[in-house]
């Protein structure tokens, strides 16, 4: 195996097998807590926050090996996209669901204010939702007090925007498995989202904090609008 065969094995196969294995065990962890409910019967809510813990890390092991596979297959260069007409206002509040039972800080607030206009776009349903997903865990791990996911209709575009009043960054994205500099995560999360956009024509862009000395930033995901789907 030559040094690009052995890095393409790394990045595609080899982040498979990583995905398989984490998925294996985390699912044998939630069937056995899902038991241990059962077997608690009206002894559970006792420990039901510490049962929702533990729920809610095997969760978030699961959605990590979620995003090497989908890693995976971006590099791989063998995602079949399926595209559907959708309102990407119903793709926000599935996002949002997922997200609750992955991430819940304390004093962390989540305000969603979603148009009143419909956002329809021709999309891969799972691939942007996972991608939203993304933009939200990262503004609720970055906030300090609030983080706001919004959809707007602009031009022939529909967009989703993501907001949080953490330490901001800028773009550019970095490339896929370059270091970041931060210690937490894995850092794929805006490749993979950027990805998504640039396979459906739309587009990720960053806004950097306002002013010299401020906080936060946004993140937009957006799309084509299909004017003849309204």
Known sequence: MGEGDAERYLKTEFLERIAHELRG???????????????????SARVAN?????????QR??????????VAQLE????????????????????LVTVEGLEARKGIAVVVALSDTACMAEVDVPWVTSAVTELVLNAIRNAKTTAEVNTALRDNEVRV???????GFSGPVNKRFAPSGRRQGL???????????????????????????????????????LAHAM
């Open 25 to 43: 065990p985390a699912g044998v962890t939630l069937g056995a807590l899902d038991e241990l409910d059962l077997a608690l019967g009206s002894e």
């Open 50 to 58: 510490l049962l929702a813990m533990a729920r809610r890390s095997v």
């Open 61 to 70: 092991v699961l959605r990590t090996a979620e995003r090497l596979q989908r």
């Open 76 to 95: 791989a260069g063998d995602v079949e996209w399926q595209r559907e007409r959708r309102d990407l206002r119903d793709i926000v509040r599935a996002a």
């Open 161 to 167: 925007s993501v907001t949080d009043d953490g330490g």
């Open 187 to 225: 850092g794929v999360s805006l490749s993979l989202v950027n990805d998504v956009a640039r396979a459906h024509g739309g587009q990720l862009i960053i806004d950097p904090p306002e002013g010299e000395g401020k906080k936060g930033g946004s993140v937009h995901l957006s799309f084509p609008f």
